[in-house]
């Protein structure tokens, strides 16, 4: 006879009763001997064995066990049970006993009898197409040599199952077969067969609502914002059923009723009724309740604030019809937290510790009399600040653009802003930005915050090659937006270049055979770091080569040289507010002609300089995700001029105007003319530049957990002449149409993205001195992971540029449209492609292709 020291179950898994159970039948005792033993007998262990099916070496499953010889043991004692638990922890085994063997005295033996559990060997997916198998061996972990238990079992075929369902398969059914592995390896092992059979789509066909005679049943489908009825018209919301979409949207409808002054109403039931295999009815019962308005609102605790301010901020007075949605989000609106409610106000004021309580103190007659129980608590002090996560990036970088300071008022609205301004900085993960609040005192009224920040990779190299313009383009570039310019004579540092300060630093060079451009840009943010001043620097150069008709090569003897240089500085503004900055620069650029004769220039042998001054102002309140913004908005606007020389050079334009116009071009001599007053002309560059961009976004709703993004903006921009006889420029014009890109800026122009049309083809061939813009996207994300942001995006846009106001009509516009994909990666920024559909003719009356491709490299737009 032998005694047991435990019973447990025969079983293939290590479910979630058997830790009880163990304990329990531990308790049931039998031993291998004559003598009969009570519960609660102590033994010294003589020897312990390992017996069962199992691979391990018994040293393991001993040590594993923490059983001991010589060991005092108790029946039914903790000791044994423990270290059954602890075996079955490690998910290794189907079946585990302990005996107790050969006493003799006041000393036994152990027995641990063990099963493995089964290896999976093979596995077989039916039901699912090729691609997908992956997935659902990814998934659920159903590698080779995983230990197979019934809960493996159980949740595959829960994930199969669910993951179906959400996509309309109600029906869909999931058999997993194991069958043992008989063979010579000395090991539990079983192939499993997993057969899905999702069956037909489910759709809803009628969504019916029974006791509703106050509100119509059309409204209360539209509350439902996920569930759906079958409408051919639909695009976004597909009548589909998902269990917790549709728990979601019972909320939703009640809420619609409170909204609407029926606090009582309630759903008192719901149900499916399968109409075939294809198509279901979900029946609502709703009760509705009296319609309600608020009555007397009194505010109670109140010291900070007034009642007047407090009744202000609610925005309820007495007689406005019940919305008992409306007053929860007035008094605290978690999901909009800059919105102007009752919590806010006292949490940006450092009243962390607040408490605000709507209590209804009497509903006679159906109007409802309210109490707003306030309990202040003490104003609350911020004690320490701190940041986590940053290892490239230097503290001093990231303490000065946190709005929270030790000794401080707590504000809410302040650490939202912090972490906004972080965002911006682009060398965190937005999505990983996290306030931690850590030991709120509310007697001391104090508390720490702690911001965790998660770096991404912040510099970028561009590397691409292409044909086009007559031969190869070759584009090197690198930009160091962290880039630590002290640490630039440290070798330590140079991992591969100094980072950490926040400063950037680029590099850009580009060529083929007909043109060189060098470019070198760097910037301080903080000048001083005291405050947000940046200053910024760019020199670039460029050599542009003539084509020979004749070798069909560059000819290198007739050449155009650029040579600019830029210093610019820019402020963050106080008021209005401290979103706005005033920038200002003053650039200068050389352009050399040397035999250079084209019909851009009229003379191939000379000169232009262009000493100009812009000063901007722009305000940037996005959300914090540049690349994926949710909200906010971004305008700029400025100003671009030269000094007026022809006021004070003395030479007579209008002169000079009237001759000109009286020249033949076509005539050699008069030709030669023209040049040597256009080279006049254009001696010193004299004009005027207005420019205005505005970016607005905004989340429209979620979809599954993501934000569908509205994105509207508008651009303008207008070149002018102080001296009419003197005209217009041949450079810094605007050349509209296409992907926005451009090989290299020859003359100073700007190229305006229009999707749908070549490249700059609703410009003049000189560009124009006009222009106006239009846009709308729609954005939604796949993915916005700290390896690589994704979103997919559909837009409408449509823009002009002309030469003069005669012309100019805001509203004559080329339109187009369009879908496109954008892939934001840290080391090579941002990548995507649009596809355009043109609806109008171009300028020069041709008919454009219906379809344009564009590839997108390094805009964020």
Same mark, same amino acid.
């Given at each position: ?28 005792i ?56 602890t ?6 085994f ?42 659902i ?12 238990t ?17 996509k ?21 092992r ?17 969504i ?27 695009v976004?919301?597909?009548?589909k ?14 809420d ?7 606090r ?15 198509n ?9 309740g ?69 209590v ?33 990036t ?17 504000s ?45 990779? *912040?510099? !970028? ?5 292409? =044909?086009?313009? &007559?031969? %190869?383009?070759?584009?090197? /570039?690198? $930009?160091? +937006? ?8 440290k ?95 003053? *650039?200068? !650029? ?5 035999? =250079?004769?084209? &019909?851009? %220039?009229?003379?191939?042998? /000379?000169? $232009?300089? +262009?000493?100009?001054y812009?000063i901007?102002l ?21 100003a ?35 040049g040597?007053?256009?080279q ?14 505005a ?33 217009v420029?041949?450079?810094?014009r ?128």
């Amino acid at each position: 006879m032998e005694k047991q020291a435990n019973n447990s179950p025969n079983n293939k898994v290590l479910n979630t009763f058997t830790k009880l159970i163990c304990i329990v039948l531990f308790f049931t005792i039998s031993l291998k001997s004559n003598a009969q033993v009570q519960d609660g007998a102590k033994y010294l262990i003589k020897d312990i064995t390992v017996t069962g099916n199992t691979n391990f070496s018994p040293q393991t499953i001993i040590a594993y066990s923490k059983l001991r010889k010589d060991e005092e043991i108790q029946v039914g004692g903790e000791k044994i049970a423990n270290a059954i638990k602890t075996l079955w922890k490690s998910n290794l085994f189907s079946s585990i006993d302990i005996y107790i063997t050969n006493i003799e005295g006041n000393t036994a033996n152990l027995e641990i009898r063990l099963i493995d559990l089964p290896e999976l060997l093979d596995l077989t997916i039916e039901g699912v197409k090729k691609n997908k198998k992956a997935e659902i061996i990814s998934e659920n972990k159903l590698q080779s040599g995983v230990k197979v238990t019934e809960n493996l079992i159980a949740t595959t075929r829960n994930y199969l199952t669910d993951k179906y369902k959400e996509k309309g398969y109600l029906n869909t059914d999931v058999d997993i077969i194991t069958t043992e592995v008989i063979d010579s390896v000395e090991k539990e092992r079983v192939n499993m067969r997993i057969k899905i059979d999702r069956g037909e789509k489910v759709k809803i066909k009628n969504i019916n609502f029974v006791g509703n005679e106050k509100v119509k049943d059309k409204k209360l489908r539209k509350a439902m914002k996920n569930t759906k009825q079958k409408n051919f018209i639909r695009v976004l919301k597909r009548s589909k059923y998902i269990e917790e979409d549709f728990r979601e949207d019972l909320v939703n409808v009640i809420d619609y009723y409170k909204e609407n002054g029926y606090r009582d109403a309630r759903i008192i039931s719901d149900s499916i009724s399968y109409l075939d295999e294809k198509n279901i009815n979900l029946d609502i019962k709703v009760e509705e309740g009296e319609k309600y308005t608020f009555g007397k609102i009194d505010f109670v605790g109140n010291t900070v604030y007034t009642d007047q301010q407090l009744s202000n901020l609610l925005g309820i007075k007495e007689g406005d019809t019940y919305n008992g949605v409306e007053l929860r989000e007035r008094i605290d609106d978690p999901n909009d937290p800059d919105a102007l409610s009752l919590s806010n106000a006292y949490q940006n004021t450092g009243y962390m510790f607040s408490t605000i309580n709507p209590v209804e103190v009497s509903a006679e007659g159906n109007v409802i009399d309210m109490e707003i129980r306030i309990s202040e608590g003490k104003p609350a002090y911020f004690n320490n600040v701190t940041v986590v996560g940053n290892d490239v990036t230097n503290d001093h970088v990231i303490y000065r653009e946190i709005r929270t300071r030790p000794g401080e008022l707590y504000s809410k609205s302040e650490i939202i802003r912090t972490l906004r301004e972080l965002g911006q900085l682009g060398f965190f993960d937005a999505q990983q930005l996290v306030p931690n609040i850590k030991n709120p005192n509310p007697v001391d009224g104090t508390l720490d915050i702690e911001y965790e920040v998660a770096e991404q990779g *912040s510099s !970028q190299i561009q590397l691409q090659g292409g =044909y086009g313009g &007559g031969g %190869f383009i070759g584009t090197l /570039g690198l $930009s160091f +937006n962290n880039f630590a310019i002290k640490d630039i004579f440290k070798k330590e540092a140079y991992k591969p270049v100094p980072r950490g300060d926040g400063q950037s630093l680029a590099l850009r060079l580009q060529a083929s055979q007909f043109f060189q451009t060098y470019s070198f840009s760097f910037s301080e943010p903080w000048l001083g770091g005291k405050k947000p001043f940046q200053l910024s620097t760019s020199v670039s150069y460029s050599k542009q080569f003539l084509f020979n008709s004749q070798t069909r090569r560059a000819d290198k003897s007739r050449r155009f040289n650029i040579f600019g240089v830029t210093v610019g500085l820019a402020t963050r503004l106080a008021k209005p507010d401290d979103y706005f900055t005033l920038s200002q620069a003053l *650039s200068y !650029q050389n352009y050399d002609l040397r035999n =250079y004769n084209t &019909g851009l %220039f009229t003379f191939g042998d /000379g000169t $232009s300089n +262009n000493l100009s001054y812009t000063i901007g102002l722009s305000r940037n309140n996005l959300y914090t995700d540049p690349i994926f913004p949710t909200g906010g908005s971004n305008f700029t606007a400025s100003a671009k001029f030269s000094f007026p020389y022809s006021l004070v050079n003395g030479v007579d334009y209008k002169a000079l105007k009237d001759e000109r116009d009286q020249l033949d071009p076509t005539d050699q001599d008069d030709f030669e003319r023209i040049g040597e007053i256009d080279q006049e002309r254009f001696k010193w560059l004299e004009f005027y530049k207005i420019k205005f961009k505005a970016d607005w976004y905004t989340s429209l709703f979620k979809l599954g957990n993501k934000d569908l993004v509205l994105r509207p903006s508008l651009e303008f921009g207008f070149l002018g002449a102080y001296n009419n006889d003197r005209g217009v420029i041949p450079f810094e014009r605007f050349f509209v149409g296409g992907d926005g890109l451009g090989n290299f800026a020859l003359d100073g122009r700007e190229v305006i993205q229009l999707r749908g049309y070549p490249n700059q083809s609703l410009s003049s061939t000189d560009g124009g001195s006009i222009y106006n813009k239009f846009s709308l996207e729609l954005r939604y994300p796949i993915t916005l992971g700290a390896q690589a942001k994704i979103f997919a995006l559909t837009f409408l846009e449509g823009g002009q540029s002309v030469n003069n106001f005669r012309d100019f009509n805001p509203f004559s516009l080329r339109r187009s449209a369009g879908v496109g994909l954008r892939i934001f990666m840290p080391a090579f920024g941002l990548l995507g492609i649009d596809f355009g559909h043109a609806f109008d003719d171009l300028p020069d009356g041709t008919v454009p292709r219906k379809w344009e491709t564009h590839f997108i490299i390094g805009q964020q737009f």
